[in-house]
């Protein structure tokens, strides 16, 4: 709850300093302007989920219709003490890179708050590595060391957002999305060495997913 109430006063205060400090234009003429965005997503699972970051491409064809494309990445590590002396520290190493492409639909083009719904296609790679504590002196033949999951997902990509013009120039934006995809599941784990082990083993899984994905907060300045 610190976390959160943390980010959304300094949010805020960037919000208001940016608001006092730029040129206000009451509307902007949006057709035709090109604009790069910056966003930080995974905001609705602070302190548990995957913080990924991204840089995307934003064009006008009208004053209520944008394309955008955006590149996103992500990495994140924990690791877990040992319980036991003479053992390994447990960790987990998380990994993401997507990439979305679609129009935004825009509303109350006259105003500086323009809600919009955005719709497209998108397609994503994660992997997650799992070390498990095991004895570092004399490990258990054939135990779990490793453990790696790729999941791959392909579908498609609806949201709802807020966006602010401060000016023509730069704006802010809120951004809820979900998403309906086909995902591919690979498991790969690694034994210690021992009589029994016959090498590194894999299991693969896939099923269509419908569910919320992320949250974020999307800056773009135009030109």
């Given amino acids: 709850m610190r976390k959160l109430s943390l980010i959304f006063l300094t949010v805020g205060t960037v919000f208001l300093f940016l608001n006092s400090c730029l040129a206000n234009d009451s509307t902007m003429v949006r057709k035709g302007k090109w604009g790069i965005s910056l966003s ?89 590595t799992y070390y498990y504590s095991v004895n570092i002196l004399n490990p258990t033949p054939g135990e779990v060391t490793k453990k790696r999951t790729t999941t791959t997902s392909l579908g498609l990509d609806g949201a709802i957002g807020l966006e602010y013009f401060f000016n023509s120039h730069l704006s802010l934006a809120a951004e809820y999305q979900v998403n309906l995809s ?28 419908f569910g919320a994905k992320t949250s974020s907060l999307i800056l773009t300045i135009y030109f």
């Fill in 40 to 128: 930080a997503s995974g905001l609705s699972n602070l302190g548990i989920g995957l913080y990924q970051g991204g840089i995307g491409i934003k064009h006008w064809r009208s004053d209520n219709i944008a394309w955008k494309a955006r590149v996103g990445f992500g990495l994140t590590s924990t690791i877990y003490p040992a319980s036991y002396q003479g053992y390994s520290d447990a960790k987990t190493k998380q990994g993401n890179f997507s990439l979305n492409l679609g129009p935004e639909f825009h509303f109350a083009q006259e105003s500086k708050f323009s809600p919009y719904f955005y719709t497209g296609v998108g397609i994503s790679t994660s992997v997650t």
């Fill in 182 to 209: 086909y995902q591919f599941y690979r498991e790969k784990w690694t034994l210690s060495p021992g009589s029994s082990t016959t090498g590194p083993n894999t299991h693969d899984s896939d099923n269509f997913n």
